[in-house]
């Protein structure tokens, strides 16, 4: 166990887990924080022994969001670096090469609920709440809406953002919000098993994967396919494909060397 002054970095092979460790505050998304949880996933994302990375919250909420006290009566300068630093977390999370698993067991609301959507994955439990009630105090949730947006829809995340109100985890599953939900006494068995199904894959494909679909997703049909034929040429002609392939055809277990 490794610990910052607002996250907590547990390795546990094939995953690192780290942990937003403010519970008395219920895991607000401070500046420090922030950039604290940017500097971490990048240090992680350059590990080649990390295969995965979990997000976790520390005490009863996995993120409150943005921390409001901080917020309080600061000059525009101040929000520009808050909501600058919160960018950049949200677009660390897709560019580390691991594939990124919130393990969200309480409540996710505004940036919170933003992280979760940036997840590339993500398992609740059945107490999970997700919400973006920045309208009812007067401070839309307008970066949430990017990643919530994608994730669930147009029509389902503007429900979200102008009414404010909480979605249980069972909604949350069935909008796309979060892949799994589970019984809390098996959230951590559910994160382990999505992370060993993962890691049992070669960590240069996986990489390679996530980059191509967070590179191809937003794109038109053919621009997309003009990205990820390249992605398949440089895919296929590298050792782990060659192993794989090789592997399936002989009828055994393949041996990766992760490149």
């Not at 919250?57 to 300068?77: C, K, N, T, Y």
């Not at 919400?131 to 389902?156: D, E, N, Q, W």
């Not at 109100?165 to 799994?180: C, F, H, K, Q, S």
Request: aromatic content about 6%; hydrophobic content about 45%; overall charge negative.
């Amino acid at each position: 166990m490794t610990e910052h002054a607002t996250v907590l970095v547990r390795r546990e092979p094939p995953a690192t887990h780290v942990t937003l460790n403010r519970p008395e505050k219920r895991n607000a998304l401070s500046l420090e924080l922030m950039r604290e949880l940017t500097g971490v996933l990048r240090d992680l994302g350059r590990d080649e022994q990390v295969g995965a990375i979990v997000i976790a919250g520390a005490g009863p909420a996995f993120s409150a969001g943005h921390d409001l006290a901080e917020m309080a009566d600061r000059d525009q300068a101040f929000y520009e670096e808050v909501f600058a630093a919160c960018v950049e977390l949200m677009e660390t999370v897709h560019a580390v090469p691991q594939p990124v698993i919130a393990r969200v067991h309480g409540i996710a609301t505004a940036a919170g609920c933003q992280l979760v959507a940036a997840c590339d994955l993500a398992v609740a439990s059945e107490q999970a709440r997700f919400a973006t009630p920045g309208v009812k105090i007067g401070l839309f949730c307008s970066t949430p809406m990017v990643p919530i947006s994608r994730a669930v829809g147009r029509k389902r995340a503007m429900e979200m953002l102008l009414t404010g109100e909480p979605i249980d985890a069972a909604t949350a599953l069935d909008w796309g919000l979060v892949n799994r939900v589970v019984p809390a006494e098996e959230l951590d068995a559910a994160v382990s098993e999505l992370v060993a199904t993962i890691t049992r894959s070669s960590r240069y494909v996986v990489a390679l994967g996530k980059e191509a679909f967070w590179a191809q997703v937003d794109r038109d049909e053919h621009g997309a396919y003009e990205l990820t034929s390249g992605v398949m040429c440089v895919n296929a002609a590298a050792e782990d494909a060659r192993e794989g392939i090789g592997a399936f055809l002989g009828k055994r277990a393949p041996t990766w060397r992760n490149r």
